[in-house]
């Protein structure tokens, strides 16, 4: 079991959500959130999760315990969606392994 974190801006939410149906995960929750960026240098904007020049923005957390057998379906969504994009705001997916849970 895995804990699946994804954050992108709140405009992908429905993609997001496509790509958990794809992988089959069954249950999952989200909020939505304000994502932070302290840097809005030309570098930075370039750089960052976001895309944009703005400071704050309207994005979304997405988490989700997932059996291990789905993860990877889950990132090469991701990264297929991410590479058709031409914003520079991205969806954004993180695993942590589960030690133990009740």
């Not at 997916?93 to 009740?102: G, L, Q, R």
């Given at each position: 079991?895995?804990?699946?974190?994804?954050?992108?801006?709140?405009?992908?939410?429905?993609?997001?959500?496509?790509?958990?149906?794809?992988?089959?995960?069954?249950?999952?929750?989200?909020?939505?959130?304000?994502?932070?960026?302290?840097?809005?240098?030309?570098?930075?904007?370039?750089s960052n999760w976001?895309?944009?020049?703005?400071?704050?923005?309207?994005?979304?957390?997405?988490?989700?315990?997932?059996?291990?057998?789905?993860?990877?379906?889950?990132?090469?969504?991701?990264?297929?969606?991410?590479?058709?994009?031409?914003?520079?705001?991205h969806i954004h997916?993180?695993?942590?392994?589960?030690?133990?849970?009740?």
């Open positions: 079991m895995k804990l699946l974190l994804i954050t992108a801006v709140a405009a992908y939410t429905k993609e997001v959500k496509h790509i958990l149906k794809i992988a089959q995960v069954k249950a999952y929750s989200y909020k939505e959130v304000i994502g932070c960026s302290n840097d809005v240098s030309e570098n930075a904007i370039e976001f895309g944009t020049e703005r400071n704050e923005n309207e994005s979304v957390l997405f988490y989700a315990f997932v059996p291990t057998e789905n993860v990877a379906t889950v990132f090469d969504a991701v990264k297929e969606f991410n590479a058709t994009q031409e914003t520079l705001s997916v993180a695993v942590i392994k589960i030690e133990k849970s009740n």
